[in-house]
C-alpha cells in the first residue's frame, strides 16, 4: 500500500511543543470529522427520504445514522490497519518474536517512518470528533451509561495521545495495532443494528430460544 497517497500530507513538520503537535495533528484531522459529520447528515437524510420518521423501531433517526457513520469508519480503517500491519517488518518481528528486546526497541521508534500510522491516525481522530460532536446522537440509555462513559474516556484519551505518537515518532506502530481494534466495533455496530432492528429477536424466536 503507497501510504503516501493519503489525502492528507504524512509530513508532521513542527518545533517541539506539545502546542505545534496538537496543531499539526488536528489540522490534518479537521477535514475527516468535517467528513463524518456530513456523513452522518447524508444518512439521516437518505433515512428520512426513504420513509422513516423521526423514531425507527423506538431508537431515533439521527443514532440510526450516527450507526451507520460508524460503520463507515470502521469498516474503512479495519481492512486499512491490518494491511498496514502485515507490511510493515517491524510490527510483523513484533509478532515473530515475543519478548525480543531488539523488537520493542524498533517499536518504539524505527528507521523508517511510520507512514501508515501518519496516514490513518488524523482519520481516526476526525471521526473521534466527530463522534464527540454528535453525542446528543448517541442511544443513551440508563443501562448503557456505564459503556457510555468508557467510551467517552477512550475517545478523549486516544485524540490527547495518539498525536504525541504520529508527531515525535515514539510508539506510532502500537497505535497502528490499537486501531486494528476497530474490529470489534465494527462488530459490535453491526450487532447493535441487527438487535435494534428486530432480526436478533426473531432469529431467537424461530429457533424456539425466546
Known amino acids: 500500500m503507497d501510504w503516501s497517497l493519503a489525502p492528507h500530507s504524512l509530513e508532521f513538520d513542527g518545533d517541539g511543543t506539545l502546542l505545534s503537535m496538537y496543531v499539526v495533528t488536528y489540522s ?5 470529522s ?15 427520504l426513504a420513509g422513516f420518521g423521526d423514531q425507527i423501531r423506538a431508537v431515533r433517526r439521527g443514532t440510526w445514522a450516527l450507526k ?27 509478532y515473530a518474536c515475543f519478548g525480543c528486546n531488539e523488537a520493542a526497541a524498533l517499536m518504539n521508534r524505527a528507521a523508517a517512518a511510520p507512514l501508515a500510522a501518519r496516514a490513518l491516525t488524523p482519520v481516526t481522530i476526525g471521526y473521534f470528533t466527530a463522534d464527540l460532536l454528535l453525542l446528543s446522537q448517541w442511544q443513551l440509555t440508563q443501562s448503557s451509561k456505564v459503556e457510555r462513559y468508557l467510551m467517552l474516556v477512550h475517545h478523549i484519551a486516544s485524540m490527547a495521545v495518539w498525536p504525541a505518537a ?3 515518532d515514539w510508539v506510532a506502530r ?10 470489534t466495533s465494527l462488530l459490535l455496530t453491526l450487532l447493535w443494528i441487527i438487535s ?6 426473531r432469529l431467537l424466536c424461530r429457533e424456539g430460544l425466546a
Open 28 to 32: 490534518k484531522a479537521l477535514p475527516y
Open 34 to 48: 468535517i467528513f463524518f459529520v456530513i456523513a452522518w447528515g447524508a444518512y439521516d437524510v437518505l433515512l428520512r
Open 68 to 94: 451507520l457513520m460508524n460503520l463507515t469508519h470502521h469498516g474503512l480503517i479495519t481492512p486499512l490497519a491490518l494491511l498496514s500491519m502485515w507490511q510493515d517488518p517491524v510490527i510483523r518481528q513484533l
Open 166 to 168: 504520529v508527531y515525535f
Open 174 to 183: 502500537y497505535v497502528l495495532i490499537m486501531l486494528s481494534y476497530e474490529s
Open 196 to 201: 435494534a432492528a428486530g432480526y436478533k429477536q
